[in-house]
């Protein structure tokens, strides 16, 4: 009989978050366990150590249960487990179920796991459409462990949604190390350039420095066209037909 493979970990998560395309939403919710060791509950679940983790303290099926204050999109499950440190107590199976409350939940996912040594991404998609599910709360059901361990260890869970575009448009994912020091400027700055007041001096060090950040050599001041467009169209008003200038995002393509 063949030995099953094992399970290969898949990407860092952070290098996840640094594409821009997801968000780690875990903070939002309320963490539960259905038992822990004292000293190996949710903060050890949830303090970015790989060193540290969730110990069970009961029968199976081990929960965590993730609840948020509104109805949330997610878009994915990353859980860290390694058979190489916790031999029996490593997950082999786990069931992933959402729903309003713990009344109703509903199996989504069922995921088998060989000595996985890394990190596992769950994707939590809709069957039917395909787009990420939303639900107010999330459980997640260790069944099995290996070699029938009793108690479980999880080291960490997170848990992402995904990023919508800007309603101002569409502009550049920028993700070299001299853009990540100013992504908030950027974010705020170009906020600033399409609704903001042109008469203050802000406004206009707002474009500059959230342009140079994503593109340093391209700078508003160093030969960047502005469009003009009516302030009536912009800010949805009747008052007047004066114009206001913007950055050209086509520019920044």
């Given amino acids: 009989m063949a030995t099953p493979s094992k399970t290969p970990p898949g990407a860092d998560p952070k290098q996840l978050e640094r594409t821009g395309t997801v968000r780690e939403i875990g903070s939002q919710a309320v963490w539960s366990l259905s038992s822990c060791k004292p000293g190996f509950g949710v903060d050890q679940l949830r303090d970015d150590n790989l060193e540290t983790y969730w110990q069970s303290d009961g029968s199976q099926p081990h929960l965590v249960n993730i609840q948020f204050r509104r109805r949330t999109t997610v878009k994915m499950l990353c859980i860290y487990a390694d058979y190489k440190s916790d031999e029996s107590y490593t997950p082999s199976k786990i069931s992933v179920r959402v729903g309003n409350n713990f009344h109703n939940l509903?199996?989504?996912?069922q995921l088998e796991m060989v000595e996985p040594?890394?990190?596992?991404?769950?994707?939590?998609?809709?069957?039917?459409?395909?787009?990420?599910?939303?639900?107010?709360?999330?459980?997640?059901a260790v069944l099995a462990n290996h070699q029938n361990g009793r108690d479980t260890h999880m080291r960490q869970i997170k848990v992402y949604t995904p990023v919508e575009e800007s309603s101002i448009g569409k502009f550049p994912?920028?993700?070299?190390v001299d853009f990540m020091m100013y992504r908030t400027i950027r974010k705020v700055g170009l906020a600033a350039c399409c609704h903001g007041d042109a008469s203050s001096p802000a406004y206009w060090s707002s474009c500059c420095l959230a342009t140079a950040a994503c593109r340093p050599e391209r700078h508003p001041l160093r030969g960047v066209v502005f469009?003009?467009?009516?302030?009536?169209?912009i800010y949805g008003s009747s008052e007047g037909s004066n114009t206001v200038p913007f950055i050209d995002p086509d520019r920044f393509g």
């Avoid at 994912?173 to 070299?176: D, F, H, N």
């Avoid at 469009?227 to 169209?233: L, P, Q, T």
């Fill in 173 to 176: 994912r920028c993700t070299t």
């Fill in 106 to 109: 509903q199996e989504i996912r």
């Fill in 117 to 140: 040594s890394g990190w596992i991404h769950i994707s939590l998609l809709n069957q039917r459409t395909n787009e990420p599910i939303s639900t107010f709360m999330i459980q997640i």
């Fill in 227 to 233: 469009k003009w467009k009516s302030r009536r169209k």
